[in-house]
């Protein structure tokens, strides 16, 4: 187990350099106020020992499961409380669960209240997988006649159309274009 200083040492990378490849042992001296970069040396003998920092190309990373939030596997009751159970976890990365480092996912904040049916609400931010191949059913973000709408893409036989999740809301049915940007992956909400 690390020692605190190894600790506080791993924080700083993380705080300084994140997910990034490390730069050299005199470059982190420097940045840290160390003397002499045998310190950091001896810190990173350590942290590799503990899988913390890894080995790639010859190049140094901190291990990427230092990053992102933890998630307890335990789930949570929204309803009766229950007695405690037994809590392990681990943790996620929204870019690893959402594959948001990939070129193609896009993050969008909703405006509007069309979708709250489906516990989609203004100021959610909703993760988008570019796909023009939509299946009916799938939530898309999707642009029609002019403009770029967040709806349900239904589709039966030649026809389709984009369908609101609130009643107040009319179905939209393409008078000239109807193009699918992507498909909805998830849904980020602050409180």
């Known amino acids: 187990m690390s020692t605190a200083k190894q600790k506080d040492f791993l924080e700083k990378l993380k705080q300084k350099y994140g997910k990034d490849f490390l730069p050299s042992f005199e470059n982190i001296a420097k ?3 160390f003397k002499h970069k045998n310190s950091v040396w001896q810190y990173f003998n350590k942290l590799k020992e503990e899988n913390l920092i890894i080995e790639e190309n010859k190049r140094f990373r901190l291990n990427k499961n230092l990053f ?3 998630m307890l596997l335990s789930p949570v009751r929204a309803g009766f409380a229950s007695a405690g159970e037994d809590f392990s976890d681990k943790r996620v990365s929204l870019d690893e669960q959402f594959n948001i480092d990939n070129p193609s996912t896009f993050l969008f904040t909703v405006i509007g209240d ?3 049916d489906l ?4 100021g959610d931010t909703v993760i988008i ?5 939509a299946k009916s059913g799938d939530i898309v973000l999707a642009f029609i006649d002019g403009g770029y709408t967040l709806k349900v893409f239904k589709k039966k036989g030649s026809e389709v159309w984009l369908e609101p999740a609130n009643p107040n809301y009319p179905v939209l049915r393409p008078k000239e274009i109807l193009e699918i940007f992507g498909v ?3 849904i980020v909400r602050k409180i």
Do not use: L, P
């Open 68 to 70: 992102g939030a933890v």
């Open 119 to 122: 516990g989609i609400y203004e």
């Open 31 to 33: 940045d840290f106020g």
């Open 114 to 116: 069309s979708m709250v």
């Open 184 to 186: 909805v992956k998830g």
């Open 129 to 133: 997988q570019k796909d023009k191949n």
